[in-house]
């Protein structure tokens, strides 16, 4: 694999990390009744994201100009990796949105 192609499998899959970290991070600080905290680590997930969406481009980017990469399992993984995570931001938003009704009431 190509050292570019490598730092952007690697890219996916540790901003992958770090949004699932946060994102769970987020609910364990809504489910405290930390919700500035858990808007934080919500926040700091989605730039994470943003970072792997940015290697995840450079990666297409690559593919649409016709260089294309080889698909290992370490490619497979780090999409994987990066599908997962954003599934997981996603429903951390949602579990903290439960846990500030719960709150409320």
């Keep these: 694999m190509e050292q570019q ?5 690697m890219g996916l899959i ?8 946060d ?5 364990a600080a809504a ?3 930390d919700f500035e905290l858990a808007d934080q680590k919500v926040a700091d997930a989605e730039e994470s994201l943003v970072q792997a969406h940015h290697a995840q481009t450079g990666m ?3 593919e649409a100009q016709g260089n294309h990469m080889e ?5 497979v993984h ?5 599908m997962t995570s954003i599934a997981f931001t996603d429903l951390a938003k949602e579990i903290i ?9």
């Design 5 to 9: 192609n490598l730092e952007a499998v």
């Design 78 to 82: 780090s999409q994987d990796h990066l």
């Design 23 to 27: 994102a769970m991070e987020a609910i």
């Design 97 to 105: 949105d439960l846990y500030r009704r719960m709150d409320n009431k």
């Design 60 to 62: 297409l980017t690559q």
């Design 14 to 21: 540790m901003y992958g990390g770090n949004a699932k970290s």
């Design 31 to 33: 489910k405290a009744g």
């Design 71 to 75: 698909v290992t399992l370490l490619t």
